[in-house]
T-cell receptor, first 112, second 112 residues
């Protein structure tokens, strides 16, 4: 079945550092790919998405490009802020009858 | 904006009690989902529903049941709570045909 693998956390960065969180997926066909973010004490929010190969999703300075050749959807941000401290989840959907398959989550902590 | 609400943010119950977790969405979404979130395991799907009175088992349905009597409300029931059901429970909804899920704030359940 479909699956998602994320880099393990926690990831600790200084403010204004460059962020990459790796995500690879296993799926048949052409699934949609998502990044969700969970701030402390809250539910998940959609951060960005891409629905076909080579699409780039972007939001709040975060970007991720759907790479079918490497089955990857890595999350990047050029300059992180303390307010970006959260848990980030990569997910895939499209082959599971309306369901999303989530990675295990990567905790990001940004220090001033 | 889509709003998904959950009946409690924090809940403490005793082993063997019957527990009801309620979720309400206000956007007329067809699909609703219940997940549990545990450190290192990400989100695991318990049950989902595509329509009123319809339900499908997710990946970890054992020890849980659900009820969907109205389109906007999806209830998760722990028939006899056990300590291994201590977890964060997240509800989500999505419009039919879409994989973009909207999440509630979560209920942190402790079973003692």
């Amino acid at each position: 079945g479909d699956s998602v693998t994320q880099m393990e956390g926690p990831v600790t960065l200084s403010e204004e550092a460059f962020l990459t969180i790796n995500c690879t997926y296993t799926a048949t066909g052409y699934p949609s790919l998502f990044w969700y973010v969970q701030y402390p004490g809250e539910g998940l929010q959609l951060l960005l998405k891409a629905t076909k190969a080579d699409d780039k999703g972007s939001n709040k300075g975060f970007e991720a490009t759907y790479r079918k050749e490497t089955t990857s959807f890595h999350l990047e941000k050029g300059s992180v802020q303390v307010s970006d401290s959260a848990v980030y989840f990569c997910a895939t959907g499209g082959n599971q009858g309306g369901k999303l398959i989530f990675g295990q989550g990567t905790e990001l902590s940004v220090k001033p | 904006d889509v709003k998904v609400t959950q009946s409690s943010r924090y809940l403490v119950k005793r082993t063997g009690e019957k527990v009801f977790l309620e979720c309400v969405q206000d956007m007329d979404h067809e699909n609703m989902f219940w997940y549990r979130q545990d450190p290192g395991l990400g989100l695991r799907l318990i049950y989902f529903s595509y329509d009123v009175k319809m339900k499908e088992k997710g990946d970890i349905p054992e020890g849980y049941s659900v009820s969907r009597e109205k389109k906007e409300r999806f209830s998760l029931i722990l028939e006899s709570a056990s300590t291994n059901q201590t977890s964060m429970y997240l509800c989500a909804s999505t419009i039919g045909g879409s994989y973009e899920q909207y999440f509630g704030p979560g209920t942190r359940l402790t079973v003692t």
